[in-house]
T-cell receptor, first 117, second 113 residues
Framework: EAGVTQFPSHSVIEKGQTVTLRCDPI?????LYWYRRVMGKEIKFLLH????????ESGMPNNRFLAERTGGTYSTLKVQPAELEDSGVYFC???????????????FGPGTRLTVL | DAKTTQPPSMDCAEGRAANLPCNHS???????VYWYRQIHSQGPQYIIH???NNETNEMASLIITEDRKSSTLILPHATLRDTAVYYC??????????????FGKGTTLSVSS
């Protein structure tokens, strides 16, 4: 079974440009999360989808970040316009959504390393 | 902010047990203790979790004190591939949709031969 995949693995853009990151969760996983680690800091939660709905977007840093999950399958995270402080590694994770069962494990993708120059 | 405190780094000899401590003195009754690790350049990986009883799986054992204010992750026979940053996370787990993980700084475990 394929794990969580993310594309691209690396992206280098200039300040002011737009970048779109993609995450393909494990098939059948209703929960999809975005996290990021900026240089020297801890991994921080950005937002959480349940199927196509945003369950929690309290971690989104500002309105330059837009996440979508149309159809409840893959998700995209767009940064527009990108700033220098957006540089870091962006992780996606997914988990099963089983009614009446506690979520146990979030499966993480390998991350996308974003560098804004 | 993370609700846990971990030592920043630990060393362990290959083949020996690695015991990683975690303090979570403000843990609530409905919060679980989770452990994840991040091997260099990879995404975090789930290890184990528990509420109040000790737990064991194929990767590790989790020992939670009776007052639940601290816990220890045990890797019984550490290998070089266990070198990673280990995160202790306290988190409510409800029988609904999942919830975000709040990562702290973690413990960098270095296993050497």
């Amino acid at each position: 079974e394929a794990g969580v995949t993310q594309f691209p693995s690396h992206s280098v853009i200039e300040k002011g440009q737009t970048v779109t990151l993609r995450c393909d969760p494990i098939s059948g996983h209703d929960n999809l999360y975005w996290y990021r680690r900026v240089m020297g800091k801890e991994i921080k939660f950005l937002l959480h989808f349940v199927k196509e709905s945003k369950q929690d977007e309290s971690g989104m840093p500002n309105n330059r970040f837009l996440a979508e999950r149309t159809g409840g399958t893959y998700s995209t995270l767009k940064v527009q316009p990108a700033e220098l402080e957006d540089s870091g590694v962006y992780f996606c994770a997914s988990s099963q959504g089983i009614i009446g069962r506690r979520e146990v494990e979030q499966f993480f993708g390998p991350g996308t390393r974003l560098t804004v120059l | 902010d993370a609700k846990t405190t971990q030592p920043p780094s630990m060393d362990c000899a290959e083949g020996r047990a690695a015991n990683l401590p975690c303090n979570h003195s403000t843990i609530s009754g409905n919060e679980y203790v989770y452990w994840y690790r991040q091997i260099h350049s990879q995404g975090p990986q789930y290890i184990i979790h528990g509420l109040k009883n000790n737990e064991t799986n194929e990767m590790a054992s989790l020992i939670i004190t009776e007052d639940r204010k601290s816990s220890t992750l045990i890797l019984p026979h550490a290998t070089l591939r266990d070198t990673a940053v280990y995160y202790c996370i306290v988190r409510v787990s409800t029988p609904m949709a999942g919830t975000a993980l709040i990562f702290g700084k973690g413990t960098t475990l270095s296993v050497s031969s």
